[in-house]
């Protein structure tokens, strides 16, 4: 099992374009996030989705769009790239779990992405 | 709302002292809370969680709903304990897992 990837590892962008980050699980979780780590500031939520064709805003939405067509995949759009969003992205996925802390997050690798 | 702190950025400690390092938690339902850590070059995973009530490379962490503290404790730190520590929060039945700011640790032998 590959569990979570993520693509493109690394990218760089200049202030304005587009892009789109992908991330993939094999693990057949209803439950996909995106974060953000900066130094200082931690994991901050970006997006999440409960299933396949929902999602819901995180903690720092602004600036970027996800897509859930597919169970297995979860895409995060930045339309217009600044420079404020350079970091390195973290998607994870989760089972629909129990009560009682049976819900734990698998990650991926990371996506570090500079705007200049 | 859902808040997590984790008061120190750097914690350094020499082999084989004991390491506590600190999260409180704001959350007004009944919380889930858990450590991640990541080790250099690799992924985020999961260290342990309060649920479980488990020991998990001689780290172990205790729920204070009195303070809303779930401190990381270990007795004898490790050179291979040198990583950054995350703790996190879940309200039960909810969605979401929001992360404190990250702590950290160094272990110099």
């Known amino acids: 099992n590959a569990g979570v990837t993520q693509t493109p590892k690394f990218r760089v962008l200049k202030t304005g374009q587009s892009m789109t980050l992908l991330c993939a699980q094999d693990m057949n979780h209803e439950y996909m996030y995106w974060y953000r780590q900066d130094p200082g500031m931690g994991l901050r939520l970006i997006h999440y989705s409960v299933g396949e064709g929902t999602t819901a805003k995180g903690e720092v939405p602004d600036g970027y769009n996800v897509s859930r067509l597919k169970k297995q995949n979860f895409l995060l759009g930045l339309e217009s790239a600044a420079p404020s969003q350079t970091s390195v992205y973290f998607c994870?996925?989760?089972?629909?779990?129990?009560?009682?802390?049976?819900?734990?997050?698998?990650f991926g690798a990371g996506s570090r992405l500079t705007v200049l | 709302a859902q808040r997590v702190t984790q008061p120190e950025k750097l914690l350094s400690v020499f082999k084989g002292a004991p390491v506590e390092l600190k999260c409180n938690y704001s959350y007004s339902g009944s919380p889930e809370l858990f450590w991640y850590v990541q080790y250099s070059r690799q992924r985020l995973q999961l260290l342990l969680r309060?649920?479980s009530r488990e020991s998990i490379k001689g780290f172990t962490a205790d729920l204070n709903k009195g303070e809303t503290s779930f401190h990381l404790k270990k007795p004898f730190a490790q050179e291979e304990d040198s990583a950054m520590y995350y703790c996190?929060?879940?309200?039960?039945?909810?969605?979401?897992?929001?992360f404190g700011t990250g702590t950290r640790l160094q272990v110099f032998p």
């Open positions: 309060h649920i």
């Open positions: 996190a929060l879940s309200g039960l039945g909810t969605d979401k897992l929001i």
């Open positions: 994870a996925s989760r089972r629909l779990g129990q009560a009682g802390g049976a819900n734990v997050l698998t």
